[in-house]
Structures are given as C-alpha cells and as structure tokens.
C-alpha cells in the first residue's frame, strides 16, 4: 500500500536559517503530493501541492519539487521566521483513492 | 478561500453523553472526510463519504458514526462518549474527481471528562 516517510523531528532553527524536511514515498500509481501545515491551535491547511513529476510547488518561500526518480518531496525555505513554527505534514494522493496518506508530520520551531 | 465549517470549535462533556460534531462545507465538494488527531500525532482517517447516502470507515477503527444526507453536511456522532474519545477531529472535503486537493476545517477539540 502507499505510504509517507517524513523526517523525524522536532526541528529547531534559529531565524533566516535554512530549512530542509525530507519527505519520501511509496505508491502504486503516479500520485499528487502535498505538503499541509498546521499552526498552533488551528486546523490543516494547504501550503504547497504538485501534481506530476518535476512539478515544483511553492508558496510563502516554500518550495518542493516531486521528484520521481528519488520518490521525494523535500520540503525547503531559504529563510525562517519565528511564524514559520508549526507541524508540517507530507502527503500523496493517488488518482483514484478515496483518501489520502499522511506522513506523521514535523514538529519546527524556529527561535528568534 | 475553502469553506468549510466546523462546530462546536471546542467541546467539554461529561461520560456517557451523546455528542454530534458538525461538519458542512459550501464548495459542492463530493467527497469527504473525518480525521483524528492526538496532540503531536499524525493523522487517523477514521470516516469518508463519495456522496450522499455514502459512507466508509477509514483506516482508524473509530466507535463514530456518520452520516450523509445532503452534500455539504457531513456529521459524526458518538453514541457515550468516553475519556478514550478525547482527541482532535478534523474534517475535510474535496471534489472528488482525480488527484484532488483536501480542504480542512478548524477542527474541533474535544474533551470527555
């Protein structure tokens, strides 16, 4: 079955520092990919998606890039800041599925 | 901006009780969804519906149930509530129609005391 192997963490980075969470798959098909944040206290949101190969999806200076080859989705931001503190969750989504699969999310702090 | 909607927000109740969250979204989204979340946890699919009238348990055995009569209401009842059930629960919807994106409530927090 699919699966989503996200860096462990927590991770903790003082601002303007550069972030990088791996985020590597398993699917049985050609999915889309997803990175969803979730801010203290508040539910999931969409940061960033790609829905083929060599897509790059970016948003807020996030970016990643769905790489086929690696099956990853690496999620990087040149430069932190203090809001950038949350759990971060990869996901993929198969065409047909009828949910989606969740890594088990990366705890950030980022200190001033 | 996605719209969908959850309540009560937060929730605090007694054992045994029985509980609805609310769940509805104004997207005519097909499909959709209740997950659970422990604090730090991943998340748990624990319902889903294709449509009205269709509902399927995920991949978190859940003592919930839901219904779906009408396209954007998407409920989950506990029948007696208990400690066990304290947890996180979000809801999503999508449109159903290939690789979708999933929009996510707030989510509602529940406390059984």
């Known amino acids: ?112 | 901006e996605a719209d969908i909607y959850q309540t009560p927000r937060y929730l605090v109740i007694g054992t045994g009780k029985k509980i609805t969250l609310e769940c509805s979204q104004t997207m005519g989204h097909d499909k959709m969804y209740w997950y659970q979340q422990d604090p730090g946890m991943e998340l748990h699919l624990i319902h889903y519906s294709y449509g009205v009238n269709s509902t399927e348990k995920g991949d978190l055995s859940s003592e919930s149930t839901v219904s779906r009569i009408r396209t954007e209401h998407f409920p989950l009842t506990l029948e007696s509530a208990r400690p066990s059930h304290t947890s996180q629960y979000l809801c999503a919807s999508g449109r159903g129609q290939g690789k979708e994106t999933q929009y996510f409530g707030p989510g509602t927090r529940l406390l059984v005391l």
Request: include cysteine.
């Open chain 1, 1 to 112: 079955g699919d699966s989503v192997t996200q860096m462990e963490g927590p991770v903790t980075l003082s601002e303007e520092a550069f972030l990088t969470i791996n985020c590597t798959y398993t699917a049985t098909g050609y999915p889309s990919l997803f990175w969803y944040v979730q801010y203290p206290g508040e539910g999931l949101q969409l940061l960033l998606k790609a829905t083929k190969a060599d897509d790059k999806g970016s948003n807020k200076g996030f970016e990643a890039t769905y790489r086929k080859e690696t099956t990853s989705f690496h999620l990087e931001k040149g430069s932190v800041q203090v809001s950038d503190s949350a759990v971060y969750f990869c996901a993929l989504r198969e065409a047909n599925a009828g949910k989606s699969t969740f890594g088990d999310g990366t705890t950030l702090t980022v200190k001033p």
